[in-house]
């Protein structure tokens, strides 16, 4: 190690170096400080370097230099380290807490202060949110180092009016898959040949986190523990720019803000935003990359109205949010039609742009700084311009998916109210605009093709019952939710115990007593139970835990009930007679034992890996069941007997003949099958069920064409697309995959074309689309007419002694939506309950 380390810094001790391809102009350097090359032991651009090295490199710079100190903000699920490092001069660090308090004060509404000019500006540099666009990470390790280690007076200046705040890695856990993949396939010579491994990542390749989430869409909801981490961190700093650095397609070139105009519109945005600063800043961009012949594109695609996205939620916090797309070396060096495109250069844009950001920064401070202040003032005005003064919310029979919800809120730095029995956001806030995105539904729309969602508002993701307010009560403030569920101590029962089936943790409960082999029944009508914490009146699902039929005594029926309780916070009650007050006795055949689920998911190539991540992500960390995730190209030979219950997400599924049969015949020996999306699409293509989709096929051949221009195309056939919607359906709430919901009317998240049509059987369709079924976001009247309002949303199948419950829609979208995740687990739970009646 030091022999090659001395080797290195012998080679590149001089003046020029190798890595001057990247950093020419900002000698000279101060020779204290190693440069990444003489740290790693390789030139940035020759190998992907490992988020751990990384992390040790940033270290290394806060350890040597005063102008840098390091700051662990979060965790991975992997365990990876999620890490902020902060440069600036030194004495502007030693001043850090007194700089941040005079930068907060902008942001306080409550405060006018005018030295715009005095206070350095808050810059945050965000890199590889992507695991597999990995330019961006070594870009920033060749930031850090040229801001710690140069002594160009052009670098001191701008350390003299900034604090920079280098996240090298938002997705350590996706780019460490990516990285490995990479340097595993890496040839040498190098092949550029793009049909080469190396080039061809297998799935679930390296975009998204330990369970497949896209982290660039997990700002708004908050569901990971980066994205948690960092909004944390966010709400504390507040910086006036921030970076979003991507890679797209190797068929390109590279690109930078402004965004597709009409898709940048945001209703709720100071068009000043998209318009000036993005204006302001893409000059820069525009005069750096010319000066160092990279060709690039603006304004053609690409929207931000999503505002969960790295570059669309700082803008929703007074900063300057900035996309970045650089096309893809996908490996260290590769043809395309543009020429070839090697990994050196991908950084070297990306590490530009970097600096040219600090520089734009740092020359509009005083502007951006004002644009912050009247940012968060105007949010007080505009919310005095509508009549709703803010939204009340509440729910009697879930309190954990409230809880939930307002567990979001408080993420933004949302103030919540508690009054009475519901909860109440002003909208007289400062976090206006969040309280708009949370709350408000939209139907009107400048453009129609969307680069993500349509519809975001957040309360439909948790089935919300909400209500703009005209008049405020507004009540105590909810500063935490660690004691909104106050668990009432269960008494010990030597006949009965009943949970509540409403609540959301209701199936981890159930989980958790049927791992540790508690026998569980179902109630599948509602009754009126003499409880000793008083008359309760049970809805269709209550679980019911008859303590003489168990396999162990008393005692241990009571501790894990307890346990139960304590750890899912789930209302429950202990009873010494089965005799009810009102509706079915416990003993009746209604309360019917419910068999633990040995479930599997099929995974792999071919399978849309959000999707099977969502089901995974649930189950892990919300209900700690295990699932299996059985690899497509094991298909053959798995034994299915082994599972009762198997998840087919969307995918592509190209199994033969023999291979459906095999699926059709398990589910006909009593097994559930759960499809969702595409795979319910495919079941019925495949005639797995009986069920039909809808289709508009019938087109006369007389019919004539009408021509088109051939530029409107995308535009014409993007628009035709479902880009995320939120519709309402109505629900059969006595079948058994409608247990624990009290309203026939939830919303649901569509972001496919899969119609189906309302099942033959009387019985099967447990949700179809209300009457007006729009709750927010765009769809076409023809679409509307022809599709929507005709098909279901959730059907059950009969095959054999077992069934299929078809989803058309995603229940479990971005592992955020509370509302519609309970179908789903019913699915799981109770799926060998269904009886599907000829
Ligand atoms: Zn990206």
Redesign the pocket.
Known sequence: MFKKLLLVALCFSGTLSAQDYFYKKFHPFNPDIPSPEEFLGYGIGEHHTRHDLIVSYLTKLAEVSERASIYQYGKTHEGRKLVILTITTPENLKNLEALKKQHLAFTDPSKSPTNFDDVPIFINLGYN??GN?PSSSEAALLTAYTMVASQNPEINTYLKHSVIFIDPTINPDGRDRHTQWANTYQGSPLVADPQDAEHNEYWPMGRTNHYWFDL?RDWLLGINPESRGKLNWYHEWYPNVVTDF??MGSQSSYFFEPMKTNGSLNPIMPKENYEDLNNLFGNYFSKALDSIGSFYFTKEVFDGTYPGYGSSYPDLQGGLGLLFEQASSRGHKQKTAFGEITFPFTIRNQYISSITTVKAAVENKAYLRKYQQEFFKSALTNSGKSKVRGYSFSDDYDKNRVKAFIDKLLLHKIDVYESENSFVVPTKQPQYRMVQTMFETYNKYRDSVYYDASAWSVANFYNMKYKAVTGLNLGKKVISTDSFIEAKALQKSEYAYIIDYDDYNATAALNFLQQNNIKVSSSFKPFTAKTRGGNITFNYGALVVPVSLQKKDDNEVYALMKQAQNKFKVPAYSVETGYSLKGIDLGSRYVSPISKPRAAMLIGDGVRSYEAGEVWHLLDTRVHMPITKIPMRNFNRINFDKYNTLVMVSGRYNLSKTQQQKIKDWVGKGNTLITISMASKWAIDKKLVKEELISNDKKDSTETVKRKPYVDAPENIGKEAIGGVIFKVDLDLTHPLAFGYRDTQIPVYKNNSVWIAPSKNEYSTVAQYSKNPLIDGFITKKNSNEYLKKSASLVVSKVGRGRVVLFADNPNFRGSWYGTNRLFLNALFLGDKIDVPD
Do not use: A, R
């Open positions: 949110v992507h666009e660039n991507h890679e």
